[in-house]
């Protein structure tokens, strides 16, 4: 019993990641003077005086998806699904990573910043630029892993919805890279498709550790 209630506590790490990213995600797209969703991408918003939310935003969701890999490593430790939880706790890492390396200024933001792109990438925001696309990977090499889990177990919307955000996401992230306009409301759906994943699916694990006798296949 103890054991489950801390791998409750960890997965709720997981429930509240996405929903907390974006709430203050979106506080600062709305009050930050100078940024242009349709211009900037929300990393931007670690530059500035007041980048430092935005950077400890990323640190803290990372850690809140360390805490749900954890949980699911501990809740799937016999059944499927267990190399997806690695999958989100490298996810985490790379979130971490993102806060603390910051992408270059352009586009006119912050204040005082380039009104162009940048014409070449510092090493800092060549390591931002990793770790949030090896984050974005990651991801969707774990939803491929638990659409498999919950296609053992009979669950057909999960196993679709596992598929079509490990489409969408990609998708989404190819299609803001081709652009120069609404490059950010763009990355940000794809971040809420990708990131919102792990929060639904730390309230689907969550509810499993309710179940009196859960249901393992085979291992992966």
């Not at 992408?103 to 380039?114: E, K, M």
Request: aromatic content about 10%.
């Amino acid at each position: 019993m103890k054991n489950t209630k801390i791998t409750r506590l960890l997965l709720l790490g997981g429930v509240i990641s996405a929903p907390l990213f974006f709430i203050i995600a979106i506080v600062q797209v709305i009050t930050r003077a100078g940024f242009d969703i349709k211009r900037h991408a929300i990393s931007t918003l670690t530059l500035g005086d007041l980048g430092w939310i935005q950077s400890a935003n990323f640190i803290v969701t990372g850690l809140l998806a360390l805490l749900a890999a954890i949980g699911a490593r501990g809740l799937l430790m016999r059944g499927t699904g267990r190399a997806g939880s690695w999958l989100i706790g490298i996810y985490g890492i790379g979130m971490i990573m993102a806060g603390f390396f910051k992408p270059d200024p352009g586009l006119g933001f912050p204040s005082g910043a380039p009104e162009g792109m940048p014409t070449s990438m510092s090493g800092h925001a060549a390591l931002h630029s990793m770790a949030f696309f090896a984050s974005f990977i990651c991801l969707i090499a774990a939803m491929v892993v638990f659409s498999r889990r919950f296609h053992v177990q009979g669950e057909r919307g999960w196993r679709v919805y596992c598929l079509s955000a490990s489409i969408l996401a990609p998708l989404l992230i190819v299609a803001g890279m081709g652009i120069n306009i609404w490059v950010g409301v763009i990355m940000g759906i794809a971040g809420m498709v990708a990131f919102g994943w792990v929060s639904a699916l730390a309230v689907r694990l969550l509810n499993e550790t309710y179940l009196t006798k859960p249901t393992y296949g085979y291992n992966s």
